[in-house]
């Protein structure tokens, strides 16, 4: 990846702001489909809510629980794709829904909701489907849920990286010729003869113009105020995660892929245990904020520690055992009631020459970003071209079928004496540039040992993450699964996401 902020100097047909997942989902978009695109991060790629996600790609069951059916079907379509289109960068999650003493999903209900879930996804699931287990075979596999759970239920959905997502998105932009710059912050959008007709941009000490026919803004929790909207337009709210350790699950159907549903017991909210790069994450919340840099509190790691220690009494997870917690921000369509409560949509608002994306979720940003395109296309009096992103791989999907790819990668892994996991770990977060990381370790063989001993990555991987880092001056591991899990130790001070960007600094 190259950085150049030079190539902004010329004239757009699209100035996408905001490096988070709907960015550059849309500047990947317009740039496959010809249209001159320029693409502006303020901080780094993904540094906002796009690498603090639950990193589900999921259906949402809750969502379902409001009667909120065509977001569910959306999201559950686009999660069939992102799985098929980017086998490195999306995986299956096995979810198991226990009912233990209390559980508000439970039941008829619960059966009913999860037909539902599957039908509403497209036809091929297989062992994906869900399926009820009894108590005992779900204690079995997960001896440390409360001994009175009575049953289980089990139900598909999927994992990704989000931090990692984006930067792929962000690499597919420039090759497809288009020009993406981080650390350059839009301070103002410019208007000609009544129409938006690019943005000012501070970027290394220098402010320039964007000349740009069409822009979008996708700035997240800053989108109302850069795109000059009305701030009750839109809620924020704040969603913590702890890290906690792996999960001790052991049975023929519970594997490192296995995550688990839970209702907390004192509000009934749903919340996760979901296991990523060997840990498991735990989370969310949702408070309103009006600050999105607003970091954890110690009250809102004690709920989920609480919710925890409910529903698995046997874990005996305690403070101590907490490695880091994060917070990020949801930016949601301003309505009234309790935030968990309030729909996850997504909308576009339009004015001459700007679109600004608001709302939305990981798992549809692509769906949206092509929607934007299309209305992109119409304001430029283009026609429609189809969209490329439905149909194509992601950017560093392997060109290899994908079990050939993953016997290749345990091939290679065996000459540095890594596990399998391990192995599957690094094409993953690779795909096709996997064979770089090989390269590196042939020359600097003492790289292949681990970065941090509760991390599967090594240190090559660090070496690569340098080398990719497009702004000068930032902490490599920052976006990586190292600078979540084991950088934001909320005991230490630091669990304040890092100085966010703001429209105008
Ligand atoms: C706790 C939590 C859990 C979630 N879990 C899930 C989940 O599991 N699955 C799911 O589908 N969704 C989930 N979501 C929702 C999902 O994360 C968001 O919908 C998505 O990340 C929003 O992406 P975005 O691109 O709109 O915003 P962001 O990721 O915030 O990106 C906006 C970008 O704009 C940049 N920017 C701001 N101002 C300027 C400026 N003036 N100039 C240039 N750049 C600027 C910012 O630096 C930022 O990088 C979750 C959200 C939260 C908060």
């Given at each position: 990846m190259i950085r150049d902020p030079t190539a902004l100097d010329q004239e757009f047909d699209l100035l996408v702001v905001g490096g988070g997942i709907y960015g550059a989902w849309t500047a990947w978009d317009a740039a496959l489909r010809g249209l001159r695109t320029a693409l502006v991060e303020a901080n780094d790629w993904a540094s906002a809510t796009s690498s603090r996600s639950s990193k589900l790609l999921h259906g949402g069951l809750r969502y379902l629980e409001r009667g909120d059916v065509g977001l569910v079907r959306k999201a559950l379509v686009e999660r069939e794709r992102l799985l098929r289109l980017g086998p490195h960068r999306t995986w299956p999650l096995h979810f198991v829904v226990p009912a233990t003493p209390g559980a508000r999903y439970r039941g008829l209900p619960l059966a009913l909701g999860l037909w539902a879930y599957d039908h509403l996804a497209?036809?091929?699931?297989g062992e994906r489907r869900a399926r009820p287990w009894t108590g005992h075979e779900v204690l079995g596999a997960a001896?440390?849920?409360?001994?009175?759970?009575?049953s289980a239920w089990t139900y598909g959905d999927a994992g990704t990286d989000d931090a990692r997502l984006v930067l792929e998105l962000v690499d597919g932009v420039l090759r497809a010729g288009g020009v993406a710059v981080n650390g350059a912050r839009v301070t103002r959008l410019v208007e000609n003869q009544g129409r938006i007709a690019g943005a000012e941009v501070a970027c290394d000490g220098r402010n320039s113009t964007v000349r740009a026919r069409s822009t979008v803004v996708c700035a997240g929790p800053w989108a109302a105020q850069v795109a000059g909207?009305?701030?009750?337009s839109v809620r924020l709210t704040k969603g913590i995660h702890v890290a906690l350790p792996p999960l001790p699950v052991a049975g023929p159907w519970a594997t490192e892929d296995t995550a688990f549903l839970l209702n907390h017991p004192t509000d009934g909210r749903v919340f996760f245990l979901i296991p990523w790069y060997g840990m498991t994450l735990v989370g969310t919340t949702d408070t309103d904020t009006t600050d999105p840099h607003e970091g954890v509190t110690e009250g809102e790691i004690a709920y989920l520690l609480a919710g925890v220690a409910a529903a698995c009494p046997g874990l005996g997870w305690g403070r101590g055992d907490v490695r880091s917690a994060w917070a990020g921000v949801r930016t949601l369509l301003a309505a009234q009631g309790h935030a968990s409560a309030i729909s996850r949509e997504w909308s576009l608002v339009r004015r001459p020459g700007l679109f600004a994306s608001l709302g939305g979720k990981l798992t549809s940003a692509r769906i949206e970003a092509e929607r934007i395109v299309d209305a992109v296309e119409d304001d430029l009096g283009r026609p429609r071209t189809p969209s490329p992103t439905r149909t194509q791989p992601l950017p560093w999907c392997p060109t290899l079928p994908w079990p050939d790819a993953c016997a290749e990668a345990i091939r290679h892994g065996q000459a540095w004496g890594w596990s399998p996991a391990r192995s599957l770990t690094a094409l993953r977060r690779h795909g096709q540039r996997l064979g770089t990381l090989w390269l590196h370790l042939e020359e600097h063989p003492e790289d292949a040992n681990l970065l941090h001993p509760d991390l599967p990555l090594c240190r090559g991987e660090l070496a690569l993450a340098a080398q990719n880092m497009l702004l000068p001056g930032q902490d490599p591991l920052a976006r990586t699964p190292v600078g979540l899990l084991v950088g934001n130790d909320v005991s230490r001070g630091t669990a304040q996401p890092e100085a966010g960007p703001g429209p105008g600094g």
């Open positions: 497209p036809p091929g699931l001896p440390f849920l409360h001994p009175g759970t009575t909207l009305d701030p009750g």
